[in-house]
């Protein structure tokens, strides 16, 4: 392609506008000023801007600071002019209350930025779980050339022979911990062992699967979401990355040639074969309504729940990041779909070529790690959806359901996927640190536990806190896990089959809130119902008695955002979105520009 060939760029507008002289001028003259010349901003190579989501403050995507060393590298050569921005850090272990709550801020920010400058392109740096969905979330609404590279994962951590990973360690270090078998400081070295690079977490949780489900969306590189951040074929690909940033601007691919409906569901169905996170139907549900796609949660079963799971990674599994990589890492799994013909070959990915052409015929590396098609770790491993008299709709990730839990709660040879118990409800994380190892409450091993309070309004963000352990009396006596349901999240990094995402969530008027300890539920997984056994009047009595006392009670907002988001934002079923912003799409077009 010539240079006459190229599409106008977008930076032209500010760089170099002839009807515009005087805001051209001001305009240039401050990019010029740390030494860029006016040769190189009025050359007409293409403005691209790399979004800096690594920080001392990120510590998962820290490495990105290195990694655009190499992506300016890749831009440069290819004839691009680079500009780095940092966009607003989200932490996933580190931000209070919740790093969900973040989700939409970066968003909201990195559309400003993405609409506000002179970008003609630019690479999206994600890795920790809510900065790949913040950044391809901002890129689908404003819809310019848009290339996502990933931090990749840590290396493998172990402690004492034994792989250890990130955040499932923690769930097995707190049942030891409740349990007496390890002390403070062991618990500390146990998690702490997990972590031993820079990178995002090295298990399938919510990182990895976004990391993942980004590749098979088609926005980043094939092959390049497994490598680890350590290894030299991450510094490698970050240049790759930079260098196609510049062909894809002249090329004029935008997000919304890629994400298109066919993209969701091979996202979905890979998400099935790697086990991944319940996170995952959240933020695709908002990439999907910011680019204008329709994806009800219920096509995360009718596409996802009949797909086996073909990786085997912590916490549905054994293995960690690394092995995942050498083992082949997203082509190999979109392969073994493809040879069934579950995957929309034609959907184009941002090389320019197919998914199919990008992934045909690439092997499985090592069968331990990624299972043949034929023979996977589990049939049906997709999510289902829930729904019933407490909520609309709710995931859960069947893939984790263990023997223990089924022996106890799915060996009814007459009944054999319905359970039915006395509900425990707590209001909030808070309420179940303080109450659960208290045995007044009651808590048996028939006993159903509900977390409430936890969505995105209630604690603003929606909180991780739905796989709740049972008290410590019962895992003395061999109880690991009790049936969870919520209008909270999970973390990814948990192996707990707990009920998530309920929606409307207790706080939205959801029938959460009216729900009391000691009322029996049942739930049927094959009828895909959650329903308190109470009388259809009594519901409406305590509904009509909760309005009377002005409504599910929550704590009190403690910043700013915190208070505009809980007045905008949506359900979890729908992305947990800034409601209304869905209605900007495509706006790469700059007001007071040609
Ligand atoms: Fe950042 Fe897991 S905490 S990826
Ligand atoms: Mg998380």
């Given amino acids: 392609m010539t240079m006459t060939d190229r599409p106008k760029l977008r930076s032209r507008a500010w760089f170099d506008n002839p009807d515009n002289i005087d805001m051209t001028a001001l305009y240039l003259e401050r990019y010029l000023n740390f030494g860029l010349s006016l040769e190189e901003l009025q050359s007409g190579k293409p403005i691209i801007g790399i979004a800096q989501t690594g920080s001392d403050l990120s510590p998962c995507n820290r490495h990105h600071l290195v990694l655009a060393e190499r992506v300016r590298d890749g831009i440069r050569e290819m004839g691009g002019i680079p500009l780095e921005f940092p966009v607003h850090p989200i932490q996933e272990t580190g931000k209070r209350p919740t790093a969900g709550l973040d989700r939409n801020l970066a968003y909201l920010a990195l559309v400003e930025v993405l609409y506000g400058y002179p970008l003609d392109g630019v690479v999206l740096t994600i890795g920790c779980d809510k900065t790949t969905p913040a950044c391809l979330m901002a890129a689908a609404t404003v819809n310019i050339p848009a290339i996502a590279l990933s931090v990749g994962p840590m290396l493998n951590g172990w402690h004492k022979g034994e792989r250890t990973g990130s955040g499932t360690i923690v769930w097995k270090a707190r049942q030891l911990l409740a349990a007496g078998e390890i002390d403070d400081a062991e618990f500390i070295r146990l998690v702490a062992s997990s972590a031993p690079s820079t990178g995002?977490?090295?298990?399938?949780?919510?990182?990895?699967?976004?990391?993942?489900?980004?590749?098979?969306?088609?926005?980043?590189?094939?092959?390049?979401?497994?490598?680890?951040?350590?290894?030299?074929?991450?510094?490698?690909?970050?240049?790759?990355?930079?260098?196609?940033?510049?062909?894809?601007?002249?090329?004029?691919?935008?997000?919304?040639?890629?994400?298109?409906?066919?993209?969701?569901?091979n996202a979905i169905k890979v998400n099935s074969a790697i086990g991944g996170s319940t996170n995952a139907p959240i933020h695709l549900a908002a990439i999907a309504r910011h680019i204008g796609v329709e994806l009800p949660l219920k096509d995360w079963e009718t596409e996802g729940h009949k797909v086996p799971l073909l990786v085997n990674l912590q916490p549905a599994g054994e293995y960690l990041g690394e092995d995942y990589y050498r083992a082949g890492g997203v082509p190999a799994v979109v392969n073994q779909l493809m040879g069934q013909g579950l995957i929309a070959e034609d959907a184009l990915t941002v090389n320019g070529r197919t998914m199919g052409d990008n992934c045909r015929g690439v092997a499985i590396e090592d069968e331990k790690v990624i299972r043949p098609f034929a023979e996977p770790l589990k049939e049906d491993a997709g999510f289902i959806v829930l729904s019933g008299n407490l909520f609309d709709a709710a995931v859960m990730k069947t893939s984790v359901i263990g023997p223990e839990f089924r022996e106890r709660y799915l060996s009814n040879p007459d009944d054999p996927e319905a359970f039915e118990g006395p509900a425990v409800v707590f209001d909030g994380p808070e309420d179940y640190h303080h109450r659960i190892d208290d045995p007044s409450v009651g808590i048996t091993p028939e006993t159903l536990l509900f977390m409430r309070g936890a969505g995105p309004i209630g604690y603003p963000g929606a909180a991780e806190v739905v796989n709740m352990r049972p008290p410590a009396y019962l895992i003395t006596e061999g109880v690991h896990a009790l049936p969870c349901i919520g209008d909270g999240r999970q973390s990814g990094t948990s192996g707990s089959p707990s009920i998530l995402n309920a929606s409307p969530e207790a706080a939205a008027g959801g029938s959460l809130a009216l729900l009391r300890t000691g009322d029996r539920v049942r739930v049927d997984l094959g009828k895909g119902t959650v329903d308190a056994l109470i009388a259809p009047e009594e519901i409406e009595a305590r509904r009509a008695a909760l309005q009377a006392a002005g409504g599910y009670a929550y704590p009190a907002s403690q910043t700013p955002w915190q208070e505009i988001s809980r007045s905008h934002v949506g359900q979890m079923n729908t992305g947990a979105i800034v409601e209304g912003a869905e209605k900007y799409q495509r706006i790469a077009q700059t007001r007071g520009l040609p």
């Fill in 200 to 265: 995002y977490c090295n298990t399938m949780g919510t990182a990895t699967t976004m990391n993942s489900l980004c590749e098979a969306l088609g926005m980043s590189l094939p092959g390049s979401a497994a490598i680890p951040a350590p290894y030299r074929d991450r510094q490698e690909v970050a240049w790759r990355t930079g260098k196609r940033i510049v062909e894809m601007v002249a090329e004029d691919i935008k997000p919304s040639d890629i994400l298109t409906k066919p993209a969701f569901h």
